[in-house]
């Protein structure tokens, strides 16, 4: 059997990589790196798995992509993935999430192929949820609050078409927040660590910056995420869109002294300006019953060892690593 990781480079997709190796050593592992990519997340798979250069952009790269690895399973993560860069580059983020993906679909038509494709959506499509409507349902209104999330409801119902008018075997996931080691900096549970490890280290002044700590999130640990993502492809209802979450949800100040209480040093906390949003998702919190009432997922890693590993993760960067600079850009 193969698979193909497309965003392999990334977070999720360098940590799907490490599972299927790990824990399915009969699938042969593709996946797909732009030339500029940085390597840095799958440094330890040289030689373990075929990288294929393509940009999602490209259709003619694309199906090269797709012909050169025929596989049996496509794990679609690529994508302009973090919100602010959104409302930046708009249509970027677009032609990257939607475009892109429509051309993947469109290689697979042209080939003739007939893999089950897992589309890493997001909760972010909820947008605007009343508390009331929580935890969410796979039913509940789609009212989504910046570019990004439009772009995912694009890319969720590209899914949905093709799979009706092409019978492209697509399993639609709509992950709720995930994190864990390798998590981009920029990103809220990965950023918080860094700083207090930057403090940590003497590299930065004991102050936490931070933006709206108001919000309520449903956090997964990516391992758990990428596990999913496997049961997805094969044990999901093509066709089906499935809420991938814990159903617990957690303040983002609460999740920020948890941090703190792994660490001895003391800080203050700033609101930063640049951090706040046009506008923002207030709260999302998962209901996965559908999911794994079909795959049988469950869990199963604490988000109290989740926010640990991660904060020891940007302690081996800043102790390994030179300058401040070099640390996670």
Known sequence: MKALITGITGFAGSHLAD???AEHPDVEVFGINRWRSKMDNIEHLEGKVTL???DLRDYTSMRRAVEKSQPDYIFHL????????????PNDTFAINAQGQINLFEAVRELKLDPAIQLACSSEQYGLVHKEETPIKETNPLRPLSPYAVSKVAQDYLGYQYFQSYGIRAIRTRGFNHTGPRRGHVFVTSNFCR?????????????IRVGNLDAIR???DVRDMVRAYWLAVTKAKPGEVYNIATGTGIHIREMLQMILDRSKVKVNIEIDPDRLRPSDVE?????????????GWEPQIPFEKTL????DYWRDQFARKGHVSEVGE
């Open 19 to 21: 599972y299927l190796l």
């Open 195 to 207: 700083q207090v490890a930057a403090i940590e280290a003497g590299r930065q002044e004991p102050v």
């Open 308 to 311: 640990s590993d991660l904060l």
């Open 78 to 89: 690529a994508a302009q993935s973090f919100v602010p860069s959104s409302w930046i580059a």
């Open 218 to 220: 449903d956090f997964t």
């Open 52 to 54: 294929i250069e393509a």
């Open 283 to 295: 709260i999302l919190i998962g209901d996965s019953s559908k999911f794994r009432a079909d795959t």
